[in-house]
């Protein structure tokens, strides 16, 4: 075979470690069978993806250099595929902060409401904001946040808009900021997210005249490649969730839920009927319920979102359980102004690993490749294998074990998209 030329080798990493080497979703006992390579380099060519990974001497070996070769000194750090976060919700304006002060101290749903908080407020401030075109520089800074926590790669819903115009706006404005941007974009409709209050008692109208067309449009405009909805009381019931997500899946896109956040609405049996990709959250799946097995045994992913756990001081999904049952597991961070203010994938790990009693393999697992195979993108990102594109992180750890272990500043000293230095975060270790 003919030896390829290098436009990157990262050398003198400490520990490479890239999931199992079987093909994905990976679950039962392969979600914790990582490789682990020590003495490691990764050579990626110019077209961004990895040409040889391994041990240094055998990278060097497989391929060339020239004049025009980078070689970035890893200086013994540990080597992981960038994170896949495959559940985020980056596009809304404001915040929340003061609803959150509110909560901790106490205040009620409807005292938080009075006082301007909750989702509706979100959605006013969004549409406002995609009206008059100020909320392009906050989405870009919520992937500037995600890039400089480790995240190559993210799924970005809408759904702070809920008209059938600010949805696709939404989508629309989100591929174009993701185009100039590091990070690789996957979008989702969330026009299921919640009633809007021009609708309100009238789920059904709203989930016909709006979320289904909202979904016809986005798949003929390639605006998403997938429609998501919430599943719960006081949102959207199963009879209309079924409604929706049939109408995605016969318009081509893939089918996704938030489903048993707070109570089981029969969000798994939607799953498995319309052939969802994922459901997420599951923190009302009590760890002997019968139908974790059914999740277990079919093919759709349980998405973790612990960082959601945190914030609401929930209960948190079974992850160890549905691991042991051989459930395709993944991880995300469900960034969100409402409920999950954060995007940081290692404190995602690390709840993952308290709250959901996953190892740190299988949390780095979940947190990858099978991430990535919920967003169909296992062929490209997720691992650190030759063919794969060339998304690195180098965590100032001295092995894998530390990323949980490590509250909060996991020490990120680089982080590569596609070979290409895009960030040394400088508040790393703040
Ligand atoms: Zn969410």
């Not at 109408?247 to 048993?260: F, P, T």
């Not at 290692?346 to 195979?373: F, H, Y």
């Amino acid at each position: 075979m003919q030896q390829q030329r290098a436009s990157i080798v990262i050398h003198g990493i400490g520990t490479l470690v890239t999931p199992a080497r079987v093909p994905a979703p990976i679950r039962g006992a392969d979600l914790r069978q990582v490789v682990e390579i020590p003495g490691a380099a990764i050579a990626i060519g110019d077209d961004g993806s990895i040409l040889a990974s391994g041990v240094e001497a055998d990278v060097r070996a497989a391929i060339t250099t020239g004049e025009d070769t980078r070689f970035h000194d890893a200086r013994g750090a540990l080597a992981i595929p960038g994170f896949v976060d495959c559940h985020t919700h980056p596009v809304f304006a404001g915040d929340r902060a003061a609803e959150f002060e509110l909560r901790n101290q106490g205040a009620s749903y409807e005292e938080i409401h009075a006082a301007g908080g909750g989702i509706r407020a979100s959605v006013a401030k969004t549409r406002a904001a995609l009206d008059d075109g100020s909320i392009g520089p906050q989405v870009r800074k919520h992937l500037d946040w995600m890039l400089a926590a480790g995240t190559t790669t993210a799924e970005g819903k809408s759904g702070y808009a809920l008209t059938l115009h600010h949805e696709l706006e939404s989508l629309r404005m989100l591929g174009a900021i993701a185009e100039d941007h590091p990070i690789r974009i996957v979008r989702t409709l969330l026009a299921a997210h919640t009633v809007p209050v021009e609708f309100d008692g009238d789920p059904d109208g709203y989930i016909d005249q709006v979320a289904i067309p909202a979904v016809r449009e986005a798949a003929a405009t390639g605006l998403a490649s997938a429609a998501d909805v919430f599943l719960e009381r006081g949102s959207f019931d199963r009879t209309q969730a079924h409604r929706y997500l049939t109408a995605a899946r016969d318009a081509g896109l893939a089918a996704r839920l938030h489903g048993d956040q707070f109570s089981d609405q029969g969000g798994i049996e939607l799953a498995i009927e319309v052939g969802a990709r994922s459901i997420d959250h599951l923190e009302a799946l009590e760890p002997g319920d019968d139908r974790l097995r059914t999740l277990a045994a079919s093919d759709v992913a349980g998405v973790l979102l612990p960082l959601s756990s945190l914030f609401l001081g929930r209960p948190y999904a079974p992850g160890r359980v549905l691991a042991d049952a051989g459930a395709i597991v993944a991880l995300a961070s469900d960034f969100n102004p409402g409920s999950s203010y954060g995007e940081s994938m290692s404190v995602a790990i690390t709840l993952a690993c308290l709250g959901c009693k996953l190892t740190a393999a299988e949390a780095l697992t979940a947190a990858t490749i099978n991430a990535a195979w919920v967003l169909g993108l296992h062929d490209r990102v997720g691992r650190l294998d030759v063919g794969y594109r060339g998304d690195v992180v180098l965590l100032d750890q001295p092995a894998l074990a530390h990323l949980p272990y490590h509250v909060g500043t996991p020490g990120i000293q680089s982080v590569f998209v596609g070979g290409m230095l895009v960030g040394a975060p400088s508040g790393s270790h703040a």
